[in-house]
């Protein structure tokens, strides 16, 4: 692939372009009451995407480059010197707290807009905020998907109290008394996977037990029932890395489990109503929106046109990255976003990684509007699950999927989708790469 090639010859070349335009501050001598411009404000035209986990921390520790790297962030007013935003597919928890972690990690005011969440984008689909949905992952789930929007939430603990006899894997948890179900709960109408649960065979059983009962778990399972209710998943990562040596399961692994316990059961594949956090292409506009919006804060009059997404990740950072600044570039080249979109689904080899064409629309124009820029590069940093002295086969297009691409089963591998434009050290170095590039000097 020609990504590994580039490694060995060199890690980048560097280019560069115009920076925007600079603001020049006026400011009037005391003495005199002659007006003198004062240092020129630059304003940038790019933005920056940062995943969290491999790249600015491992585990709860962080990663040295990470401090070094927001010190040029921020001016001398404690203000980011260009529109960033995190993007992460963690989701068990709220936006501020993950924000308040980061403030407290990298040094640095951090708000809540300014991260994203695997299940932000959820609360662009209101068509499911007034139906009974149940959530599985771990930590404040209820609170989570009330934030989101949602009115009516369960949990899988919520639904193993009131069906004890379905929980049955754990010898010591099941009942030791005959009981009766006991139906205090209204009948399930679509299930939201927010992350990696704690016990998986509980969720596992009990997610199955909704999609066969059609959400009536007082039911028995009807395997040809078709199609089952609505799923919407968050976080497609495989693996994530922490403070181990190597990469651990993510909620990716999971979903790999739920898909084949359904399909061995009933012999028909799981549908997902939608896909989201990286590398699903709704999740990188929505991040777009939100770099757009900062700068509309901030009144630079220069359009956002370019972004960078930093990530440890070829199968999701990456991947995503890539596959929205196709998007973006096509768009741009055809000015027709609807057959934009329909195309972008086709690279995934499935409609769900992304929602309805009509819902798209809605979407659009209710929360986040065209885009406004025209590419999005990718940069791999080697701090996280991407291990540059990995092995790989020497006959790459031979299994190449089943050795080389843990990206979900939705999406259909392409290996210019795994090449990123940049391959850098750590999060500093992509930095500083990132203002050469841009021929940008902050204040």
């Not at 065979?201 to 199955?208: D, F, G, P, S, Y």
């Not at 939100?290 to 990456?318: C, E, F, H, V």
């Not at 499935?350 to 065209?370: F, G, K, T, W, Y």
């Amino acid at each position: 692939m020609r990504w590994l090639l580039s490694i060995h010859r060199g890690l980048y070349t560097l280019g560069s372009r115009p920076a925007g335009k600079a603001r020049t501050i006026a400011s009037r001598c005391r003495f005199c009451g002659t007006l003198s411009a004062s240092k020129p404000q630059p304003q940038p035209r790019f933005g920056l995407l940062f995943d969290i986990d491999g790249v600015l921390v491992r585990g709860r520790m962080p990663i040295p480059a990470a401090r070094k790297a927001f010190e040029k962030l921020i001016d001398s007013r404690g203000q980011f010197v260009v529109p960033v935003v995190f993007v992460t597919n963690a989701g068990n928890c709220l936006r501020q707290t993950k924000a308040d972690q980061l403030s407290h990690i990298l040094g640095v005011p951090i708000t809540q807009d300014q991260v994203i969440m695997s299940h932000s984008p959820l609360r662009m689909f209101k068509k499911f905020h007034e139906k009974c949905v149940l959530v599985s992952g771990q930590g404040p789930v209820l609170e989570i998907a009330k934030n989101l929007g949602f009115k009516n939430v369960i949990s899988i603990d919520m639904l193993r109290e009131s069906f004890p006899l379905l929980d049955m894997v754990d010898h010591n948890r099941r009942p030791k008394l005959p009981s009766n179900p006991v139906s205090n709960l209204p009948v399930v109408e679509g299930v939201m996977l927010f992350g990696e649960p704690i016990r998986w065979e509980t969720n596992l059983q009990l997610i199955v037990d909704v999609l066969l009962t059609n959400g009536n778990l007082s039911s028995p399972h009807n395997t040809q029932a078709m199609p089952h209710l609505p799923l919407l998943a968050c976080n497609m990562d495989l693996m994530w890395m922490a403070e181990a040596h190597s990469p651990r399961f993510g909620h990716g692994t999971f979903l790999v489990c739920l898909e084949n316990i359904y399909k061995k059961i009933t012999g028909k594949e799981l549908k997902y109503e939608a896909l989201m956090g990286k590398p699903s292409e709704l999740t990188y506009h929505f991040a777009e929106y939100l770099i757009r919006s900062q700068a509309m804060q901030r009144q630079w009059k220069n359009p956002i046109t370019s972004l960078y997404a930093i990530g440890d990740n070829l199968m999701t950072d990456i991947y995503g990255a890539n596959l929205y600044s196709r998007y973006l570039e096509e768009r741009t080249s055809r000015k027709n976003p609807k057959a934009m979109i329909a195309k972008v689904a086709a690279a995934t080899g499935s409609n769900a990684a992304v929602p309805q064409e009509e819902e798209i629309d809605n979407m659009r124009e209710s929360e986040l509007a065209l885009p406004s820029a025209t590419s999005c590069k990718s940069v791999l940093v080697c701090t996280g699950v991407y291990n540059p002295n990995a092995e790989v086969p020497s006959d790459a297009s031979r299994c190449l999927k089943q050795t080389v691409f843990h990206g979900h089963r939705d999406f259909r591998f392409d290996p210019d989708l795994v090449e990123p434009d940049h391959v850098v050290q750590d999060v500093n170095e992509a930095v500083d790469l990132i203002f050469k590039q841009e021929n940008f000097v902050p204040e």
